[in-house]
Nanobody, 124 residues
Framework: QVQLVASGGGSVQSGGSLRLSCTAS????????VGWFRQAPAKEREWIAS???????SYADAVKGRFTVSRDNAKNTLYLQMNSLKPEDTAMYYC??????????????????WGQGTQVTVSS
């Protein structure tokens, strides 16, 4: 069964840090593009970062320089290190994986496997 399980969310003050984890029930090595999205109340889900099959990373402008995405292939785990958090980062965060061998994309439609979401709340 294909599963993604996200964890690590919580409540922090502005300027704080959190690290999210997403563990896959399948091997993500060299096969899947994996990424993070977030959705704030009354807003659409937005792409924030992804890691290609070859380990390349890309980021949305809103998080570039503050967030770092990485993957541990041996553990089938994706991470999102979030530093210098702002109140506008408050959202439910989701990890996702593409179809096998698909190119990475910021588009929601490119991802077919989704984790359950983990809440991040940043207070001012």
């Amino acid at each position: 069964q294909v599963q993604l399980v996200a964890s690590g969310g919580g409540s922090v003050q502005s300027g704080g840090s959190l690290r999210l984890s997403c563990t896959a029930s399948f091997s993500i090595v060299n096969t899947y593009c994996v990424g993070w999205f977030r959705q704030a109340p009354a807003k659409e889900r937005e792409w924030i970062a992804s890691v290609t099959r070859n380990g390349g990373t890309s980021y949305a402008d809103a998080v570039k320089g503050r967030f770092t995405v990485s993957r541990d292939n041996a553990k089938n785990t994706l991470y999102l290190q979030m530093n210098s958090l702002k109140p506008e980062d408050t959202a439910m965060y989701y990890c996702a994986a593409s179809k096998a061998y698909a190119a990475c994309s910021p588009s929601l439609g490119a991802y077919i496997y989704w984790g359950q979401g983990t809440q991040v709340t940043v207070s001012s």
